[in-house]
């Protein structure tokens, strides 16, 4: 059950940055004990993965935040989160049946995969709706806010779901939570200023 959280927090941060969870799994199992990755995935942390992954998050990062750029990158990562998501998930889970002496997950990789896939792949599309909202009732100020936002509940979830992952849940539920409301305030302000203009032109 905590293997799951575990997964189920990794690839909900990586919904939100394909590369914050991988480069936070990569080194957390390169240098502490906490997590022992078996070796179909002992490649995640080698020193060409994590360089390659520290590369990518820095762009990801910088285009995330800039308006318009910032849909553009939430296309690409329409591909590249749920992957990640995928990949994290299965790796977790695989080490945490190593740990208890089982082969299950690492016989049966996909099942990991595809939860991992699911569930970054609605965080990421709640990530992609709702920040054009954002942006339009912003007119591009919130981009660098939302994006900094979301990269830092990345951060906050991938430790969590590796440190603490009972609290997985809650913090999914917090994030719905805070989608639906900016979702909402976003679209309530983008009506509030079509009617000012619809009223000045009137």
């Known amino acids: 059950m905590l293997a799951a959280l575990t997964g189920a927090g990794l690839s909900a941060a990586a919904g939100l940055n ?6 936070i799994v990569a080194v957390v199992a390169r240098f502490t004990e906490v997590l022992n990755l078996p070796s179909q995935y002992a490649w995640i942390e080698s020193d060409w993965a994590i360089g390659g992954a520290a590369v990518l998050l820095v762009g990801e990062v910088v285009f995330d935040k800039i308006p318009v750029v910032d849909h553009i990158n939430d296309a690409v990562g329409t591909f590249i989160r749920p992957a990640s998501g995928g990949l994290i998930f299965a790796a977790t889970q695989a080490a945490e049946d190593l740990e208890q002496g089982s082969s299950f997950m690492q016989d049966n990789p996909w099942i990991g995969v595809v939860l991992g896939i699911v569930t970054a792949g609605i965080v990421h599309t709640g990530k992609a709706v709702t920040r054009p909202v954002v942006n339009a009732s912003t007119m591009g100020i919130g981009a660098p806010l939302m994006s900094t936002a979301e990269d830092t509940a990345s951060v906050g979830l991938s430790f969590v779901a590796i440190f603490f992952p ?20 976003g679209r309530k302000r983008r009506r509030e200023r079509e009617q000012a203009v619809a009223a000045y032109y009137g």
């Open 166 to 185: 009972i609290i997985v849940i809650f913090a999914l539920l917090l994030m719905l939570w805070g989608a639906i409301v900016l979702w909402r305030k």
């Open 18 to 23: 394909a590369y914050i969870p991988f480069l």
